[in-house]
């Protein structure tokens, strides 16, 4: 049985691929390198944090959906379903491996607005294209089936309930990177904070240290600090920490049906989270890049704007006591709010895998699949994600998804 701990010292000089940042889109790649029998190549993943308390993977409202607005994005969603849902036999049917069912409560869009209604029409019928089962449902549906929204303002909803709501990221992640490990994967504690770059791309990396690491293809998988690790290869990419701010919290007066992850027009979210409680989210109106470790809670964000949003659309909220808060940061694409992935054209082993912008949970199965294939085969065997590539990023050339919370 291997450690938990991570060692600090690399036990190579050089491996084929570095994979800079070990949370869950470091140990998805790395763990479907090992999946691959075509791949045999040594692999060492870099961590600077191996509690993994101050990560966007330990932050998140572990929910998946399949409500986005671009086919591509739908179809990495249910991709994600299919992988969890036969997580036992995809990881080898290893009997340590738990079942892990999604709680399909659902995401719950609502339009306080004729053009916002528009966009919801508009994206279902992409979603139906995919394969999902949307639904619209009019402000006096929403009631027969949510009696404890206020719909007053409401002008349409949009919700899925099959495969789309809770689902254990954290097990998920706990399993890539144990069996990653287990097959030969080597993680280390340390931070990468030079590399060296010839015309062939990147050569080494240097950690903080001093340990100089040869590299065949390095992974930019460094979460918020994407634009960080791509400057040290010389290169830009439009990636910031933006703080996110989650609240748990009991009501006096619990609600008699699951609440599904409702997004109110303001940009707040909450969803149901088990015995009374709820996890609800959302972030200032001013919503600046912050700095990487600035994790500081704003207080007054709950009681002028997070709670009385909440109250309003569901007045049970009226009488609720927090529980627990915490500031986490989503990896944002300024661009376009959309992954950015694979080869920088001029150097062709730096390999981005960055920007998911809230979205790096439910994508991690077919990213770090996608990812995998594009270090073994150098393209997309599977699903075609060369739409998310750094060329856009150069060209100025966003993807549109408006499906964005």
């Not at 791949?39 to 929910?63: I, M, Q, W």
């Not at 919700?159 to 097959?183: C, L, M, P, S």
């Not at 699903?383 to 966003?398: E, H, I, W």
């Amino acid at each position: 049985m291997i450690s938990a701990a991570f060692d600090t010292r690399a036990t190579r000089a050089s491996y084929d691929v570095v994979i800079v940042g070990g949370a869950i889109m470091g140990s998805s790649t790395a763990w479907w390198l090992t999946e691959n029998p075509d791949f045999n190549g040594s692999v060492l993943v870099v961590e600077r944090d191996p509690s993994y308390e101050k990560c966007s993977t330990a932050h998140t409202n572990s929910c998946m959906r399949q409500q986005f607005s671009t086919e591509l994005n739908v179809r990495i969603s249910q991709f994600a379903a299919e992988f969890v849902t036969h997580l036992r036999d995809r990881m080898g049917g290893d009997d340590r491996i738990p079942d892990l069912p999604i709680r399909s409560f659902g995401y719950m869009y609502l339009a306080d607005t004729e053009a916002f209604a528009e966009v919801l029409r508009t994206n279902i019928a992409v979603q139906h294209a995919a394969g999902a089962a949307t639904q619209l449902m009019t402000p006096d549906q929403i009631t027969a089936a949510y009696p404890f929204y206020n719909v007053d303002d409401i002008v349409l909803g949009s919700i899925n309930t099959v495969n789309e709501g809770y689902w254990d990221g954290a097990a998920v992640f706990d399993w890539w990177k144990r069996q990653a490990r287990e097959r030969g994967v080597e993680y280390i504690r340390g931070e990468v904070v030079k590399m060296a770059r010839s015309l062939r791309g990147i050569d080494s990396v240097t950690l903080a240290d001093g340990q100089v690491i040869g590299c065949g293809q390095v992974v930019n998988a460094s979460g918020p600090r994407a634009a960080r690790t791509a400057q040290m290869a010389g290169i830009q990419i439009p990636v910031e920490p933006r703080k996110r701010y989650s609240w748990v919290f009991k009501a006096e007066r619990p609600l008699d049906r699951d609440l599904p992850l409702t997004i109110d027009p303001s940009g707040v979210h909450v969803r149901e989270n088990g015995g009374g409680t709820y996890q609800a989210g959302g972030h200032a109106q001013i919503d600046p890049a912050v700095d990487f470790d600035d994790f500081t809670m704003d207080h007054n964000l709950w009681e002028n704007h997070i709670w009385p949003v909440l109250a309003t659309r569901i007045p049970a909220f009226e009488a609720v006591k927090v529980q627990a808060e915490w500031a986490g940061h989503y990896a944002v694409n300024t661009l376009d709010h959309n992954a950015i992935l694979g080869p920088h054209p001029e150097v062709p082993n730096f390999i981005f895998l960055n920007g998911f912008s809230g979205h790096g949970l439910q994508q991690s199965p077919a990213m770090g699949r996608g990812t995998a294939e594009w270090l073994t085969y150098g393209e997309y065997r599977t699903l075609d994600l060369s739409p998310f590539a750094y060329a856009r990023v150069l060209q100025n050339d966003p993807i549109l998804e408006t499906a964005v919370i």
